[in-house]
T-cell receptor
Framework: QKEVEQNSGPLSVPEGAIASLNCTYSDRVSQSFFWYRQYSGKSPELIMSIYSNGDKEDGRFTAQLNKASQYVSLLIRDSQPSDSATYLCAASGGYNKLIFGAGTRLAVHP | EAGVTQFPSHSVIEKGQTVTLRCDPISGHDNLYWYRRVMGKEIKFLLHFVKESKQDESGMPNNRFLAERTGGTYSTLKVQPAELEDSGVYFC????????????FGNGTRLTVT
């Protein structure tokens, strides 16, 4: 089993809908998790971090962590075409050594 | 504030040649990381500098890869001799602190070995 797993997509949602991105992780990673957004040819950009069980909201983004199920998700409300990108789930291996999933491509269509 | 900059943005070399990638971290960031994404795979950690010292180089694939950070400012990653499987995108990142500090990535260097 990979340490961090994501469905590669593409996930296609209509504009204005909620996009739900999911990630599972193994016992081998620590308990700090991050969501990065990456536009084609650009650098990964941190959009959310989550360290404890439950939900964390920031604007249109909500990160959810369920340690019992080893599951992290990112919800994007009121999706916009500009949200179309690859979303990378990452876990910390300590000292900012990140363990990435393969990324999920999100396509928001008008 | 300037972000993390990487040079070159693209490099195409032949198998057996040498390539040197450069990374300039955000000014004042002691922590500098190299990551790599090969085609169809996840972004993977290569190594971590704290100032000029290698904190963790557990992700370096083999001894054809040499990373340096003289003076604790910019870093270089040299691949010598390059092999076909070295093709991919090499990302550099920097952070101010060791833990729970945002990791800022550069745009990457796309390396193609033919």
């Amino acid at each position: 089993q990979k340490e961090v797993e994501q469905n590669s997509g593409p996930l296609s949602v209509p504009e204005g809908a909620i996009a739900s991105l999911n990630c599972t992780y193994s016992d081998r990673v620590s308990q700090s998790f991050f969501w990065y957004r990456q536009y084609s040819g650009k650098s990964p950009e941190l959009i959310m971090s989550i360290y404890s069980n439950g939900d964390k909201e920031d604007g249109r983004f909500t990160a959810q962590l369920n340690k019992a199920s080893q599951y992290v998700s990112l919800l994007i409300r009121d999706s916009q075409p500009s949200d179309s990108a690859t979303y990378l789930c990452a876990a910390s291996g300590g000292y900012n050594k990140l363990i990435f999933g393969a990324g999920t491509r999100l396509a928001v269509h008008p | 504030e300037a972000g993390v900059t990487q040079f070159p943005s693209h490099s195409v070399i032949e198998k057996g040649q040498t390539v040197t990638l450069r990374c300039d971290p955000i000014s004042g960031h002691d922590n500098l990381y190299w990551y790599r994404r090969v085609m169809g795979k996840e972004i993977k950690f290569l190594l971590h500098f704290v100032k000029e010292s290698k904190q963790d180089e557990s992700g370096m694939p083999n001894n054809r890869f040499l990373a340096e950070r003289t003076g604790g400012t910019y870093s270089t990653l040299k691949v010598q001799p390059a092999e076909l499987e070295d093709s991919g995108v090499y990302f550099c990142a920097s952070s101010q602190d060791l833990e729970n500090s945002p990791l800022h990535f550069g745009n990457g260097t796309r390396l193609t070995v033919t």
